[in-house]
């Protein structure tokens, strides 16, 4: 009865390296959602995915970020060339359906950049 | 703009008295109120949700009562444990609307003392 399951939990990166963040949802959840929490705030959407299926991207940065979520394996995000300030934690939450809530969570992959 | 605040950064209570945490949200659109719980290096665990069309849910120790004239809305927990002790999120989103994020508020710190 695996919850949501994140890898790496720990994740350092040099500056212009790139980062790569692994969500594997809940069992049968077909929804996925990652957000960031930088130090001191709240956490903030990024993007919200179905199966092979963007759905919301409007947390997203412009540049440097991407997401996807194949129809076979966990949800990636991908952090290309990371800067200092993508230093946080990220955190990937899912759902059986779009209508489904609540969104249960992962346990995160805290960022560092060194 | 922050559209959903917890302006009590911390809050301390004796153990065995009630807990009060706030949340103020901005947009009328939002029908749909969460609050999770989260201890540090781990993800929010849900605890409790409300939709628009009530103004009381009631689970165990936990209660969470909606204002949308106000819009605000509180947590109460009682009587308060030692276990409680962790910094609690409340959450808005628009049930059914194009996508389903949720809107973190910045988060209040409970200590519960023995």
């Known amino acids: 009865n695996a919850g949501v399951m994140q890898n790496p939990r720990h994740l350092v990166r040099r500056r212009g390296q790139e980062a790569r963040l692994r969500c594997s949802p809940m069992?049968?959840?077909?929804?996925v959602y990652w957000y960031r929490q930088l130090p001191e705030e709240g956490l903030k959407f990024m993007v919200y995915l179905q199966k092979e299926n963007i759905i919301d991207e409007s947390g997203m940065p412009k540049e440097r970020f991407s997401a996807e979520f194949p129809k076979e394996g966990p949800s990636i995000l991908r952090i290309q060339q990371v800067v200092r300030g993508d230093s946080a934690a990220y955190f990937c939450?899912?759902?059986?359906?779009?209508?489904?809530?609540?969104?249960?969570f992962g346990d995160g992959t805290r960022l560092s950049i060194l | 703009d922050q559209q959903v605040k917890q302006n009590s950064p911390s809050l301390s209570v004796q153990e065995g008295r009630i807990s009060i945490l706030n949340c103020d949200y901005t947009?009328?659109?939002?029908?749909?109120f969460l609050w999770y719980k989260k201890y540090p290096a781990e993800g929010p665990t849900f605890l409790i949700s409300i939709s628009s069309i009530k103004d009381k849910n009631e689970d165990g120790r936990f209660t969470v009562f909606l204002n949308k004239s106000a819009k605000h809305l509180s947590l109460h927990i009682v009587p308060s444990q030692p276990g409680d002790s962790a910094v609690y999120f409340c959450a808005v989103m628009n049930y059914g609307g194009a996508t389903n994020k949720l809107i973190f508020g910045t988060g209040t710190l409970l200590a519960v003392q023995p």
């Open positions: 939450a899912s759902s059986q359906d779009r209508m489904g809530q609540p969104q249960h």
């Open positions: 947009n009328s659109m939002f029908d749909y």
């Open positions: 069992k049968g959840h077909s929804h």
